[in-house]
């Protein structure tokens, strides 16, 4: 029997005819276990079986592969990570958040090679990312921050201020002052590579068991509602569904981000917004806006949303909820032709935020438990480089990867509520506040502004 997901993603309801998950026998025992079927865990399970392809690896997933954000996402593949500033900004870690930087670059191409070589036709294609002012002083922002990056050795190549004129020939917003071009990222369909990377994982012998949660995890026990599995390494891959799993409900923070996809446009219609290398693009405020034209020619615009109080995880936020329609009537706003079209799709996703607001990746070989995650929101390559980074962990490897900062940076837990809810609602109404006074007066916010932007990074 086929099952839709239209009230998942655009992604995971245009694979043709995904059909009943696949539910092998729990197996009494597994050298390897790892806690979710998302891009963390297959990228994981990936190269553990590409470094070690006698491992036995089995895969627990409590929907089916791809469910979470993996399958929900705007599909930027994107050479950056949060809180990569934050490593180079402080000497210490700078030089260690250089090599971090160039890993993401090269991310996005071996994304692009494994891909290609595995036989993943996930829509792949490197065309950059522009970043557009949409008011003038966006447009000094933007330049001061292509300065700042050609000042850590990074090249015209890598980061170019665009001029109006030049801009516009990319893209062609309501507002156009300019725009940043950043040539390392590329574009994909989300749910097509995770799961035909899953596809490719069966190949190799990986069981993955769909509707499966893991319940509760101790050193070489996974737990679940079918039974329990004795194994010698467990690998949380889990982000922001985290505190699905007991005694970890304040490590990370689930933050739903919301994203609307219009039918397919006509040719004319691209001819008044542009992206005809399939750029993806944003704008520096703080709603955060992010884009893609799609390969069957929609428009897919994305924009960050909502905590629920006590970590409440949704399983599908349908195309009515206010948040969507707001980030629907920012695209209308952005691109007036969008108005004479039809918004076929409307979902919510959750990306995993954790209290440092940074990814970690971590591996204790005395227990031999470890996870990778947190990439609020910045996770479709960074999955990647963390899965590389955890198989070289588990198998002991001495690689330049287990230096990277990422490595065993774990962030404090999140306060109990009400706090938690408290917090993430006044840091959400501070980066409102901030967006419409820019918006109202055409300068950088003073007051709001630097505190949201210190209490989210
Ligand atoms: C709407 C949205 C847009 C985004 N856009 C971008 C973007 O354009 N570019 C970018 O770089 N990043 C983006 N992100 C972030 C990116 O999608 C994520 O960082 C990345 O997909 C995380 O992958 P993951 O495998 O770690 O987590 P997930 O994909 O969330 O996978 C976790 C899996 O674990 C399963 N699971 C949960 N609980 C259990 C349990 N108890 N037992 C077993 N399995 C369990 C879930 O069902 C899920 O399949 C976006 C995120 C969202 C939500």
């Known amino acids: 029997m086929t099952h839709h997901y239209s009230d998942v993603s655009l992604w ?7 059909v009943e998950p696949d539910v092998p026998e729990l197996p009494a025992e597994t050298d390897t276990a790892i806690i979710g079927a998302g891009l963390t865990g297959m990228w994981t399970a990936y190269y553990l079986k590409q470094k070690s392809p006698d491992l036995d690896i089995t895969v627990f997933e409590a929907e089916i592969v791809g469910y979470g954000a993996s399958g929900r996402n705007g599909g930027w593949c994107m050479g950056e990570a949060y809180g990569l500033d934050t490593y180079l900004a402080n000497p210490s870690t700078r030089e260690a958040g250089m090599r971090l930087h160039r890993e993401m670059f090269n991310t996005v191409d071996e994304v692009g090679r494994v891909s290609q070589g595995e036989d993943i036709d996930c829509h792949y294609a490197k065309g950059g990312q522009l970043t557009v002012a949409q008011m003038p002083f966006h447009a ?10 050609h000042s850590l050795g990074f090249t015209e190549d890598d980061y170019q201020w665009l001029e109006p004129e030049e801009a516009g020939g990319r893209i062609r917003t309501a507002g156009r002052y300019g725009a940043a071009f950043a040539r390392n990222c590329a574009v994909i369909q989300p749910a097509r590579l995770v799961r035909g990377l899953a596809d490719v994982l069966r190949g190799k012998g990986v069981k993955i068991l769909e509707r499966t949660p893991a319940t509760e995890l101790a ?3 996974v737990t679940t509602p079918r039974g329990r599995v004795f194994v010698r390494n467990i690998l949380r891959a889990t982000e922001g569904y985290t505190a699905s799993i007991a005694g970890l409900k304040r490590n990370i923070m689930p933050l739903y981000s919301m994203i609307t ?9 691209w001819a008044e917004i542009g992206l005809n290398e399939r750029e993806v693009f944003d704008d520096p405020r703080r709603l955060v806006i992010y884009g893609q034209r799609t390969i069957d020619n929609r428009f897919v615009l994305g924009g960050r949303a909502n905590y629920y109080f006590g970590s ?82 588990v198998l002991e490897r001495e690689t330049e990867l287990i230096e990277l900062p990422w490595v065993n940076d774990e962030a404090r837990l999140w306060e109990i509520e009400p706090l938690r809810w408290l917090g993430s609602r006044s840091v959400r109404w501070m980066g409102y506040q901030a967006d419409a006074e820019e918006a109202r007066t055409n300068k950088p916010s003073v007051f709001w502004g630097p505190i949201f932007d210190k209490l989210s990074s």
Not at 12 to 18: E, R
Not at 140 to 149: C, G, N, T
């Open 12 to 18: 995971l309801d245009s694979i043709d005819g995904i």
């Open 140 to 149: 000094e922002q933007i330049k001061r921050r292509v300065a700042y990056k």
């Open 219 to 221: 050193p070489r026990v």
């Open 261 to 269: 996809a219009t039918e397919p446009l006509p040719e004319d219609a």
């Open 312 to 393: 409440r995880r949704r399983p599908t936020i349908p195309a009515t909820d206010a948040n969507v329609k707001r980030v629907e009537k920012v695209a209308r706003e952005l691109f007036p032709v969008l108005n004479d079209f039809k918004t076929t799709h409307g979902w919510g996703g959750l990306m995993g935020v954790p209290r440092h607001w940074r990814p970690c990746v971590t591996f204790d070989k005395t227990n031999g438990m470890g996870w990778a995650g947190g990439y609020v929101g910045e996770g479709v390559a960074a999955t990647n480089l963390a899965g590389r980074i955890l198989s070289d962990l």
